[in-house]
Structure formats: C-alpha cells, structure tokens
C-alpha cells in the first residue's frame, strides 16, 4: 500500500473529508457538510455496558481493534463500527519507556488514541444514510470494514463528493467518549483473565499486553494448539460487573475532561489533557 492512502484514511484526514462534504442540496440538511454539524444529535451509548461487542481474540492476537459502538441517532439506535490497528505496538513502546510493570487505564487510553490518530481506520455503520450513499465508496476505497457493498451508489452519491461517512461514523471520529470506554472494557478484560483463565492469561494476553513472555521457565506447559480468547458479550459483560465491584469506577477515579460542549470530548481534548499530565509530570 502506498503513503497516500495510508494518509488518507487517517482519522483526522477522513474528519477533514467530512467537513468539506460537499453540499448536494444546501435546502436539505441530510447532505453535505451538515452530517459534519448534525453529528451532534446524535449521542454515544453512555454506559460501559453499551460496549460489550468487541473482538478480543482479533485484539490481543493481532493487534486489532474491532468494535461496535452504539449511537443513539435522532431516529433509531445505530451500530458504528470501527478497526484499527497498533494499540498494543503503542502501548509495548510505553511500558518500554516507562519502565512499567502493571498497565492502567490511562496507558491503555493513550495507546488508543495514538494509534487510531496513525493509522488507517476502516468504518461501516448499519444506518441507511451508510448503506446507500458511503458504503459502495469505502467498498471501493478498501475503507469499510465487515460485508463489501458492490451496487454503485449511483443515484444517491454518483460522485463521491459527500466525505466518507454518515454523521454517526463523524461524530466517533470526532467525539473520543468511546475510546475512554474501551480503554475500560480492555483492562476490565485482562484483569478478569488473570483471575479468571490464568492459562489463556499467561498464554495469549500477558504476552500481548507487555511484550514478553509471563515466565520463560512455563513456555513448555503450553501446547501449540490454538485456543481461542471468549469475547461473546456475557463474558465482557461479567468483566465490567466485576470491575465495578472492585469500586474501579468509584467516583473520583473518573478522569476529568474538559470539554467543548456538554456531551462531546473531542480528540484535541483528550490529547490537551495528556500533554498537560506530562507538563505537570516534568516540572515535579
Ligand atoms: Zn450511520
């Protein structure tokens, strides 16, 4: 693949895309760059338990992240979905770095948002808006991830002029309150692995996780057989329960976020307040 497009389909190139949509019908606000401003009717699930559909076994095996993420549109509920990957190759090179023996929350949000800031995002969402006017173009374009649409959308997008998504694909580009919640479920994970599936843990996510072996004395007791990380929803599900009873979500444990308007945290917000983390860090 060339530089180009690994360029292009960068989260902040495909939001850029998104703004300068152009306008097919300025009187009708579906079109055009109004999905950039009508982004904000819709909302993201707010609660953890909202985000029980991601891939564990794609994610710790091959450093992908594939998650579904529900928007509540001005009409109906909405599946997002996002891959990217390189959140574990962000993390490796922080807890290398840092020296670190036990990753947290925030290590996990920061190498979230550094890779899906890097690398190609690949997107679908289940809206109609999706299905007849963008799904055909990111077919084509090699963006969408899940079932290729191979009827042109003639009528309804000829010119592929519109950006390369719906308003619920630019309001997760754009709006960072998903990352934050998978940075939880992720950990969440990992923690109940350990307490729970110890083999799998010290086979498949402790390596995954710190980029080394949990001990190379046990190599041997692992067979070469495959096995595969459950992530049906119940077992997520449990996970988040189970945090939660640790108090891991206990009020004053919640990072801060300033944010642009009330329900949005925008991706420079989350950047702004790392840089300032480290700021502060340096000068103590
Ligand atoms: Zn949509």
């Known amino acids: 693949m060339s530089t180009n497009i690994l360029l292009e389909d960068r ?3 495909l939001l850029t895309q998104s703004k300068k949509g152009a306008n097919y019908a300025p009187s009708n606000q579906h079109y055009g760059s109004n999905r950039y401003k009508r982004r904000l009717k819709s909302s993201i699930a707010p609660s953890i338990k909202h985000f029980n559909n991601m891939d564990m076994d794609k994610f710790f095996k ?3 992240l594939d998650v579904s993420v529900d928007i509540r549109g001005e009409t109906n ?11 574990l190759e962000e993390l490796h090179d922080y807890i290398k770095k840092n020296n670190i023996e036990q990753v947290d929350r925030k290590m996990i949000l920061k190498a979230l948002m550094k890779a899906f800031n890097r690398d190609d995002v690949y997107i679908n969402c289940t809206c109609p808006d999706f299905r007849y006017r963008f799904k055909y173009w990111a077919t ?5 991830i899940g079932e290729p649409e191979d009827r ?3 009528i309804t997008n000829p010119g592929d002029d519109k950006g390369p998504g719906c308003k619920h694909i630019i309001l997760c580009l754009s709006d960072s309150s998903w990352l934050i919640k998978i940075a939880s ?4 994970y990992i923690n109940y692995m350990e307490q729970h599936d110890e083999r799998l843990y010290q086979k498949y996510i402790y390596p995954a996780v710190y980029d080394k072996e949990y001990d190379e004395r046990q190599l041997s007791i692992f067979d070469d057989e495959e096995e595969v990380l459950d992530s049906d929803e119940e077992t997520i599900e449990t996970s988040n329960i189970e945090a939660r009873k640790k108090g891991q979500f206990k009020k004053g444990n919640e990072y801060r976020f300033r944010k642009d308007n009330k329900d949005q945290i925008t991706f420079d917000d989350l950047e702004n307040e790392f840089e300032e983390e480290e700021s502060d860090e340096n000068l103590a």
Not at 77 to 87: A, E, L, Q
Not at 140 to 144: A, C, M, S
Not at 185 to 188: E, F, G, K, R
């Open 152 to 154: 042109p959308a003639d």
């Open 185 to 188: 479920v992720i950990l969440n």
């Open 11 to 13: 989260r902040s190139a």
């Open 140 to 144: 084509r374009k090699g963006l969408l």
């Open 77 to 87: 509920i909405y599946k997002v979905r996002m891959s990217f990957v390189g959140t």
């Open 62 to 64: 091959t450093d992908t």
